[in-house]
T-cell receptor
Framework: SQELEQSPQSLIVQEGKNLTINCTSS?????LYWYKQKYGEGLIFLMM?????EEKSHEKITAKLDEKKQQSSLHITASQPSHAGIYLC?????????FGTGTSLTVIP | ETGVTQSPTHLIKTRGQQVTLRCSSQ?????VSWYQQALGQGPQFIFQ???????GRGNFPPRFSGLQFPNYSSELNVNALELDDSALYLC?????????????FGSGTRLTVV
């Protein structure tokens, strides 16, 4: 089965600082999803990367996919308290979806 | 605003009982999947349905079963509840099977087994 390891496990940053979350897969990535979750709530789809080298941005969040390294990174520029939550990467194997271990982000005003 | 709704939002059951959780997908989404999320962990895939048939299953015992209906609604049934079944249960729908379109998640049902 595919495993997705995220790092760091948790992150506390001052408002305005940049940060990066990594997601490393145990198998070749054919597509990688990023979601955000507020505590105890459903997941919000952020973006999906399909091709090696692909980079997508949404507001102040940018995600990249490095197929060779079987890794994706999520970068937040000038973090705000609204960015706080749990970030999850996910991969779809066709008939099963795997989530990463999650990264908890706290942004201090 | 999510197009996937789940009910109930919270539920308390006794060990050994049976429970049915419901999910209403977005219209046109013929793929639905269910996940179990224990406190402090990432969601774990339970199973996926495509056009009313199960087409993928995670590492969950047979007492976890599901149904998908033509009206884009679905159910997750859990028999013989155990304390470890206490978790947030999420359903997600997608317009097509497989990658590319993302999954829309509901807000979840918080199940507590006592």
């Amino acid at each position: 089965s595919q495993e997705l390891e995220q790092s760091p496990q948790s992150l506390i940053v001052q408002e305005g600082k940049n940060l990066t979350i990594n997601c490393t897969s145990s198998k070749t990535l054919y597509g990688l999803y990023w979601y955000k979750q507020k505590y105890g709530e459903g997941l919000i789809f952020l973006m999906m990367l399909q091709k090696g080298g692909e980079e997508k941005s949404h507001e102040k969040i940018t995600a990249k996919l490095d197929e060779k390294k079987q890794q994706s990174s999520l970068h937040i520029t000038a973090s705000q308290p609204s960015h706080a939550g749990i970030y999850l990467c996910g991969a779809d194997s066709g008939n099963q979806f795997y989530f990463g271990t999650g990264t908890s982000l706290t942004v201090i005003p | 605003e999510t197009g996937v709704t789940q009910s109930p939002t919270h539920l308390i059951k006794t060990r050994g009982q049976q429970v049915t959780l419901r999910c209403s997908s977005q219209s046109g989404h013929n793929t639905v999947s269910w996940y179990q999320q224990a406190l402090g962990q990432g969601p774990q895939f339970i199973f996926q349905y495509y056009r009313e048939e199960e087409n993928g299953r995670g590492n969950f015992p047979p007492r976890f079963s599901g149904l998908q209906f033509p009206n884009y609604s679905s159910e997750l049934n859990v028999n013989a509840l155990e304390l470890d079944d206490s978790a947030l249960y999420l359903c997600a729908s997608s317009p097509v099977i497989g990658s590319g379109y993302g999954y829309t998640f509901g807000s979840g049902t918080r199940l507590t087994v006592v």
